[in-house]
């Protein structure tokens, strides 16, 4: 049988001071290797259900599960340590830090994730050279374009090769372009044995992914 790497169990979350939940009893096993599409219109909680199986928020009730082990309920501290070891991130809008430069922005999981700082440098320079955006390391992501920030964005989230990698729109605001090489690289991820899933309600990419989950 096939593993899943992940898993959402009862799951249940509201934010605070608001009236209703946005995710109610939400049930659902992703499985090693696969690309899965959340998706749905725009406010349904797409991008809250992400951060919720990225553990970046604790649900209201119900649990998330990583490599089979409940992972939700854990200390911030421990969810830190299985985020860094088990996910990478591509966030809304590319979500780069402007005070520091590309490089620094595309090898920052390094930081968390217990890479040292020689072999992040040419980890990144090779995914940088692999998505085209091999830019002087000191440029500041003020001085790219939005395709080229979504490609920083994407080197960033593949730095640890991680098993998991959560997108929050990643070709939002791409053209065709620009959209099918972030989309060639999530697939790609899938293709080496990771497991990608995205929230996204753009049709070039959910057409591409093997599971959809309709919000
Ligand atoms: N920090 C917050 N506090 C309160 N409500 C929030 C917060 N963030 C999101 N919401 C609400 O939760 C609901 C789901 O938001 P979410 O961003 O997850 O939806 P989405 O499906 O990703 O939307 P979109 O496609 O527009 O990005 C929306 O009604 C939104 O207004």
Redesign the pocket.
Known sequence: MTEAVLAARDLTFA?QR?PRP?IVDFDHDVLRGSTTALT?P???????LLYLLGLMVRPSSGRVLVAGHGASDLSDAQRARVRAHHFGFVFQDAALDPTRSVLDNVTEPAIYGEMDRVDAVARAAALMSRFDVDLPPGHRPGQVSGGQAARLALCRALLLAPPIVLAD?PTGNLDDAAATVVMNGLLEHAAEGGTVVI?T?DTRVVARCDVVVT?
């Open positions: 934010y608001q946005v749905g725009s406010g349904r909680g797409k991008s809250t729109e929230a309600h919000l």
